[in-house]
Protein backbone atom coordinates (compact mmCIF):
# COMPACT_ATOMS: atom_id res chain seq x y z
CA UNK A 1 0.00 0.00 0.00
CA UNK A 2 1.31 3.39 -0.66
CA UNK A 3 1.63 5.53 1.96
CA UNK A 4 0.94 9.20 2.91
CA UNK A 5 2.23 11.60 -0.04
CA UNK A 6 2.63 15.14 0.52
CA UNK A 7 3.37 17.92 -1.94
CA UNK A 8 5.18 19.88 -2.88
CA UNK A 9 8.43 18.69 -0.79
CA UNK A 10 9.84 22.13 -0.21
CA UNK A 11 8.66 25.33 -0.94
CA UNK A 12 9.90 29.11 -0.57
CA UNK A 13 7.48 32.05 -0.29
CA UNK A 14 7.49 35.71 0.84
CA UNK A 15 5.88 37.46 3.00
CA UNK A 16 2.47 38.43 2.89
CA UNK A 17 1.75 35.82 0.30
CA UNK A 18 -0.53 32.85 0.47
CA UNK A 19 0.21 29.24 0.07
CA UNK A 20 -1.36 25.55 -0.76
CA UNK A 21 -0.03 22.53 0.65
CA UNK A 22 -1.89 18.83 -0.40
CA UNK A 23 -1.71 15.86 0.81
CA UNK A 24 -2.89 12.72 -0.33
CA UNK A 25 -3.77 9.79 2.60
CA UNK A 26 -3.49 5.81 3.00
CA UNK A 27 -6.12 4.51 0.38
CA UNK A 28 -9.15 4.35 2.32
CA UNK A 29 -8.45 6.35 4.99
CA UNK A 30 -10.85 9.29 5.64
CA UNK A 31 -8.99 10.83 8.25
CA UNK A 32 -6.17 13.43 7.34
CA UNK A 33 -4.76 15.76 10.40
CA UNK A 34 -2.40 18.53 9.92
CA UNK A 35 0.71 19.36 12.18
CA UNK A 36 3.19 22.03 12.27
CA UNK A 37 6.78 21.43 13.95
CA UNK A 38 8.73 24.17 14.23
CA UNK A 39 12.19 24.35 16.68
CA UNK A 40 10.85 26.61 18.95
CA UNK A 41 7.53 25.24 19.56
CA UNK A 42 7.85 21.42 18.63
CA UNK A 43 4.87 19.45 17.40
CA UNK A 44 1.51 21.27 17.14
CA UNK A 45 -1.54 20.14 16.16
CA UNK A 46 -3.41 22.47 13.47
CA UNK A 47 -6.90 20.64 12.06
CA UNK A 48 -8.35 17.23 11.62
CA UNK A 49 -10.75 16.12 8.72
CA UNK A 50 -12.77 13.15 8.16
CA UNK A 51 -15.48 12.48 5.66
CA UNK A 52 -14.67 16.29 4.26
CA UNK A 53 -15.91 18.12 7.57
CA UNK A 54 -13.63 19.65 10.08
CA UNK A 55 -13.60 17.37 13.05
CA UNK A 56 -11.08 19.24 15.46
CA UNK A 57 -9.14 22.06 15.72
CA UNK A 58 -5.56 23.43 17.29
CA UNK A 59 -4.89 26.87 18.46
CA UNK A 60 -3.89 28.66 15.39
CA UNK A 61 -5.23 31.66 14.04
CA UNK A 62 -7.79 31.90 11.45
CA UNK A 63 -5.12 32.07 8.80
CA UNK A 64 -4.64 28.47 8.62
CA UNK A 65 -7.59 26.69 6.89
CA UNK A 66 -8.10 23.50 5.42
CA UNK A 67 -10.49 21.46 3.48
CA UNK A 68 -11.04 17.90 2.78
CA UNK A 69 -11.97 16.32 -1.04
CA UNK A 70 -14.36 13.59 -1.45
CA UNK A 71 -11.70 11.40 -2.15
CA UNK A 72 -9.92 11.99 0.88
CA UNK A 73 -7.42 14.40 -0.08
CA UNK A 74 -6.92 17.36 1.94
CA UNK A 75 -5.57 20.73 1.62
CA UNK A 76 -4.31 23.23 3.84
CA UNK A 77 -4.17 27.29 2.79
CA UNK A 78 -2.13 29.75 4.88
CA UNK A 79 -2.74 32.84 3.85
CA UNK A 80 -0.79 36.20 4.53
CA UNK A 81 2.16 34.26 5.54
CA UNK A 82 4.38 35.41 8.40
CA UNK A 83 7.98 34.96 8.69
CA UNK A 84 7.09 32.36 12.14
CA UNK A 85 4.77 30.07 9.80
CA UNK A 86 8.29 28.54 8.70
CA UNK A 87 7.93 25.20 9.46
CA UNK A 88 7.48 21.29 8.46
CA UNK A 89 3.90 20.79 8.07
CA UNK A 90 3.02 16.88 8.12
CA UNK A 91 -0.20 15.30 7.43
CA UNK A 92 -1.15 12.21 9.13
CA UNK A 93 -4.08 9.73 8.05
CA UNK A 94 -6.23 6.76 10.08
CA UNK A 95 -9.08 5.42 9.09
CA UNK A 96 -10.76 7.48 11.84
CA UNK A 97 -12.83 5.28 13.36
CA UNK A 98 -11.24 3.88 16.35
CA UNK A 99 -11.01 7.10 18.52
CA UNK A 100 -7.36 8.05 19.93
CA UNK A 101 -6.11 4.67 19.88
CA UNK A 102 -5.69 4.76 15.88
CA UNK A 103 -2.21 5.09 14.77
CA UNK A 104 -1.87 7.84 12.85
CA UNK A 105 0.85 7.61 9.87
CA UNK A 106 2.60 10.69 8.55
CA UNK A 107 3.67 11.68 5.75
CA UNK A 108 7.36 13.29 4.49
CA UNK A 109 6.01 16.46 5.46
CA UNK A 110 6.10 19.85 2.92
CA UNK A 111 9.25 21.93 4.29
CA UNK A 112 7.72 25.99 4.03
CA UNK A 113 10.30 29.14 4.28
CA UNK A 114 8.88 32.41 4.15
CA UNK A 115 11.40 34.68 3.34
CA UNK B 1 -5.44 19.22 28.91
CA UNK B 2 -3.19 16.30 27.96
CA UNK B 3 0.36 16.42 27.89
CA UNK B 4 3.75 14.78 27.75
CA UNK B 5 7.15 15.48 29.36
CA UNK B 6 10.38 13.86 27.91
CA UNK B 7 13.36 14.54 30.04
CA UNK B 8 16.56 15.37 27.93
CA UNK B 9 16.28 17.17 25.34
CA UNK B 10 19.90 14.92 23.78
CA UNK B 11 20.45 11.60 25.17
CA UNK B 12 23.75 10.17 23.81
CA UNK B 13 25.57 6.14 23.72
CA UNK B 14 27.81 3.88 22.62
CA UNK B 15 26.51 1.37 20.08
CA UNK B 16 25.77 -1.68 22.30
CA UNK B 17 24.85 0.30 25.26
CA UNK B 18 21.23 0.31 26.42
CA UNK B 19 18.99 3.19 25.41
CA UNK B 20 16.64 4.68 28.28
CA UNK B 21 14.32 7.73 26.51
CA UNK B 22 11.89 9.19 29.13
CA UNK B 23 8.43 9.89 28.95
CA UNK B 24 5.72 11.39 31.22
CA UNK B 25 1.90 12.31 30.86
CA UNK B 26 -0.41 14.08 32.37
CA UNK B 27 -3.82 12.66 32.61
CA UNK B 28 -6.62 12.31 34.60
CA UNK B 29 -7.25 8.84 33.40
CA UNK B 30 -5.22 6.31 31.28
CA UNK B 31 -4.43 7.88 27.86
CA UNK B 32 -3.19 6.49 24.70
CA UNK B 33 0.24 7.10 24.32
CA UNK B 34 2.73 6.38 21.27
CA UNK B 35 6.76 6.55 20.57
CA UNK B 36 7.78 8.43 17.26
CA UNK B 37 10.68 8.67 15.43
CA UNK B 38 12.31 11.11 12.78
CA UNK B 39 15.14 10.84 11.04
CA UNK B 40 16.84 13.94 9.68
CA UNK B 41 14.35 14.99 6.30
CA UNK B 42 11.44 12.46 7.37
CA UNK B 43 8.05 12.62 8.56
CA UNK B 44 7.25 10.14 11.98
CA UNK B 45 7.16 6.64 12.64
CA UNK B 46 5.68 4.68 15.06
CA UNK B 47 7.61 2.66 17.03
CA UNK B 48 4.88 1.42 19.46
CA UNK B 49 1.86 2.31 21.08
CA UNK B 50 -0.46 1.76 24.52
CA UNK B 51 -3.94 1.25 24.39
CA UNK B 52 -5.69 -1.66 26.67
CA UNK B 53 -4.03 -4.38 28.00
CA UNK B 54 -0.36 -5.50 28.63
CA UNK B 55 1.37 -2.75 30.11
CA UNK B 56 4.68 -3.46 28.30
CA UNK B 57 4.65 -3.10 24.62
CA UNK B 58 7.23 -4.03 21.83
CA UNK B 59 7.69 -2.14 18.95
CA UNK B 60 9.95 -2.37 15.98
CA UNK B 61 13.14 -2.26 15.56
CA UNK B 62 13.85 -3.89 19.28
CA UNK B 63 12.50 -1.00 20.92
CA UNK B 64 9.95 -1.60 23.68
CA UNK B 65 8.16 0.52 26.50
CA UNK B 66 6.40 -0.29 29.84
CA UNK B 67 3.05 1.80 30.78
CA UNK B 68 3.11 2.64 34.49
CA UNK B 69 0.15 4.22 36.04
CA UNK B 70 1.60 4.69 38.83
CA UNK B 71 4.14 6.62 38.15
CA UNK B 72 2.78 8.48 34.80
CA UNK B 73 5.42 6.74 32.65
CA UNK B 74 6.17 5.76 29.65
CA UNK B 75 9.51 4.85 29.06
CA UNK B 76 11.19 3.89 25.59
CA UNK B 77 14.11 1.41 26.01
CA UNK B 78 16.15 -0.77 23.75
CA UNK B 79 18.37 -3.33 25.20
CA UNK B 80 21.57 -2.65 22.62
CA UNK B 81 22.07 0.87 20.42
CA UNK B 82 23.08 0.30 17.21
CA UNK B 83 23.95 3.41 14.97
CA UNK B 84 20.75 3.71 12.74
CA UNK B 85 19.04 4.92 15.87
CA UNK B 86 20.38 7.76 15.92
CA UNK B 87 16.92 9.83 15.43
CA UNK B 88 15.00 12.16 16.95
CA UNK B 89 12.47 10.38 19.12
CA UNK B 90 8.78 11.64 20.10
CA UNK B 91 6.43 10.65 22.74
CA UNK B 92 2.61 11.77 22.47
CA UNK B 93 -0.49 11.39 24.11
CA UNK B 94 -4.29 11.06 22.59
CA UNK B 95 -7.68 11.29 24.45
CA UNK B 96 -10.23 9.11 24.17
CA UNK B 97 -12.26 10.05 21.52
CA UNK B 98 -9.77 12.48 19.45
CA UNK B 99 -7.26 12.11 16.51
CA UNK B 100 -5.17 14.28 17.74
CA UNK B 101 -1.98 13.78 19.27
CA UNK B 102 0.11 15.89 21.47
CA UNK B 103 3.73 16.03 21.53
CA UNK B 104 6.47 16.27 23.92
CA UNK B 105 9.43 18.10 22.60
CA UNK B 106 11.62 15.23 21.52
CA UNK B 107 14.88 13.55 22.50
CA UNK B 108 17.34 13.56 19.86
CA UNK B 109 19.40 10.39 20.28
CA UNK B 110 23.05 10.20 19.58
CA UNK B 111 24.65 6.95 19.26
CA UNK B 112 28.58 7.16 19.05
CA UNK B 113 30.83 3.97 17.58
Known amino acids: KAGVTQTPRYLIKTRGQQVTLSCSPI?????VSWYQQTPGQGLQFLFEYFSETQRNKGNFPGRFSGRQFSNSRSEMNVSTLELGDSALYLC??????????????FGPGTRLLVL | AQSVTQLGSHVSVSEGALVLLRCNYSSSVPPYLFWYVQYPNQGLQLLLK??????LVKGINGFEAEFKKSETSFHLTKPSAHMSDAAEYFC???????????FGTGTRLLVSP
Open chain 1, 92 to 105: ASSTGTSGGSETQY
Open chain 2, 92 to 102: AVSDTGFQKLV
Open chain 1, 27 to 31: SGHRS
Open chain 2, 50 to 55: YTTGAT
